[in-house]
């Protein structure tokens, strides 16, 4: 039982790169999220969907952009990575309404 | 907008000793909470989850918490705390109606032998 994957595990990337971070979850849970993790400011919602073809922005959402077109996959993509990206990027799923999210083992990203 | 409190961002404890780590958050709609926990260098894990019933929920490891609604709070509670609790732990609210979770800035317990 695979749960909720990400790749890579971690990534350097020069100021003005682009890349996409993975994450697919084989649970058929329809809400999938991705989190930033900061020193002192715990876990911040960049983008969540509550199932295929439907994205909204949470509270961190500059600089990024989220697509899901599948259940199971929720790529977030950085289109011009700056500094202030350097974090720890967790993806969530979880089901619908009365349910608990589950976690990646996240991707530690660094941009120089 | 929802907001999690999470008032203490460390708390050192000696080994057996009790400890309380507290939580707070905003909400006027009912609210699932939940307390995550993150060891060095892993993903988060769910230690414990209010959803409705009973306000006092336990963990298999000996973690309690009280849901509060008058006080709007969620404290985490353990009575003798073990080297092997030294981690960061994590209070969150999910809004029954938009089904986001929001997590507080965190809590890193350090129990010394």
């Known amino acids: 039982n695979a749960g909720v994957t990400q790749t890579p595990k971690f990534q350097v990337l020069k100021t003005g790169q682009s890349m996409t971070l993975q994450c697919a979850q084989d649970?058929?849970?329809?809400?999938m999220s991705w989190y930033r993790q900061d020193p002192g400011m715990g876990l911040r919602l960049i983008h969540y969907?509550?199932?295929?073809?439907?994205?909204d922005q949470g509270e961190v959402p500059n600089g990024y952009n989220v697509s899901r077109s599948t259940t199971e996959d929720f790529p977030l993509r950085l289109l011009s990575a700056a500094p202030s990206q350097t974090s720890v990027y967790f993806c969530?799923?979880?089901?619908?309404?009365?349910?608990?999210?589950?976690f990646g083992q996240g991707t530690r990203l660094t941009v120089v | 907008a929802q907001s999690v409190t999470q008032l203490d961002s460390q708390v050192p404890v000696f080994e057996e000793a009790p400890v309380e780590l507290r939580c707070n958050y905003s909400?006027?709609?009912?609210?699932?909470l939940f307390w995550y926990v993150q060891y060095p260098n892993q993903g988060l894990q769910l230690l414990l989850k209010?959803?409705?019933?009973?306000?006092l929920v336990e963990s298999i490891n000996g973690f309690e918490a009280e849901f509060n609604k008058s006080q709007t709070s969620f404290h985490l509670r353990k009575p003798s705390v073990h080297i092997s609790d030294t981690a960061e732990y994590f209070c969150?609210?999910?809004?029954?109606?938009?089904?986001?979770?929001?997590f507080g800035t965190g809590t890193r317990l350090q129990v010394f032998p």
């Open positions: 969530a799923s979880k089901r619908q309404g009365l349910s608990e999210a589950f």
């Open positions: 649970m058929n849970h329809e809400y």
């Open positions: 969907s509550v199932g295929a073809g439907i994205t």
């Open positions: 909400s006027s709609v009912s609210v699932y």
């Open positions: 209010y959803l409705s019933g009973s306000t």
């Open positions: 969150a609210v999910s809004d029954r109606n938009t089904d986001k979770l929001i």
